[in-house]
């Protein structure tokens, strides 16, 4: 039943995908010419529409607190707690002037036709069960934010699936003070309804997008670096009560 129940938004996704592949060739060609602006520019185009697309469609009422905090230009970290599948496209609508690749477990390669593009908006994949290959990937995500592509990451390591919020990885937040980035904590509720609350993807509900002010990590202490990821699951979490309690 759940699978039956499952088909119209899956339809749904994939009628959606257009606003994605669109914009492939000009993807490739900034790529390849190392116009990494460009690139940028095209990503965010596929984006932000790919997302907005979603958010219309599904009728999911996005309501976006805090957009004076985003600075005016990249790279960035943003950091968000992760309730469920609905926070990629929820993202992606809301950061609208941002190119946001994402961290995302290597699992998601294999999903049919999304796969692909998952990795060609400079997102990075991730084997959690393979710590080297785990650092490997860091690393990666930290050279594409040299070449000023920002980066969106889940410190959970895992949907939460409702309200809760998990320990965020002490060592999540190494891809903004290595190269000494902004960090942009967000706090997201209401992503979970898409699909983890009924098991079957449903529309029509509510999201709050909580967006707290930049962190900037160049110059800090080895000791305020290690302590980041658990200064910034506080302000997740305390946004994220904020957020529950409206």
Not at 56 to 83: C, M, S, T, Y
Request: proline share 5%; glycine share 8%.
């Amino acid at each position: 039943m759940k699978i039956i129940r499952n088909i119209p938004m899956a339809i749904e996704f994939m009628s959606a995908l257009p606003e994605l592949t669109k914009h492939k060739k000009n993807i490739y060609k900034y790529r390849d010419l190392e116009d990494f602006e460009k690139e940028r520019e095209y990503i965010l185009k596929a984006t932000s529409t790919w997302g907005k697309r979603l958010i219309r469609d599904l009728n999911i009422n996005l309501n976006i607190i805090g957009k004076e905090n985003l600075p005016e230009k990249g790279p960035v970290v943003f950091v968000a707690n992760h309730q469920g599948y609905g926070d990629i496209p929820v993202c992606c609508a809301a950061l609208d002037k941002f190119q946001t690749g994402f961290i995302a477990k290597s699992s998601l390669q294999k999903l049919p036709f999304y796969g692909e593009w998952i990795q060609n908006i400079r997102s990075v994949m991730i084997d959690r069960g393979d710590p080297r290959e785990s650092l490997r990937a860091i690393e990666t995500a930290i050279s594409y934010i040299h070449q000023g592509f920002s980066i969106v990451v889940f410190p959970e390591g895992h949907r939460s699936k409702g309200h809760e919020i998990g320990e965020f990885k002490k060592g999540s937040l190494r891809l903004a003070t290595k190269p000494g980035v902004p960090v942009i904590p967000i706090s997201i509720n209401g992503t979970y309804k898409l699909f983890e609350e009924k098991g079957y993807m449903q529309g029509n509900f509510n999201v709050d997008f909580l967006i707290h002010p930049a962190i900037e990590t160049a110059g800090m202490s080895r000791s305020e670096a290690s302590n980041l990821a658990a200064s910034v699951e506080q302000i997740v979490r305390k946004g994220l009560e904020e957020l529950k309690s409206r």
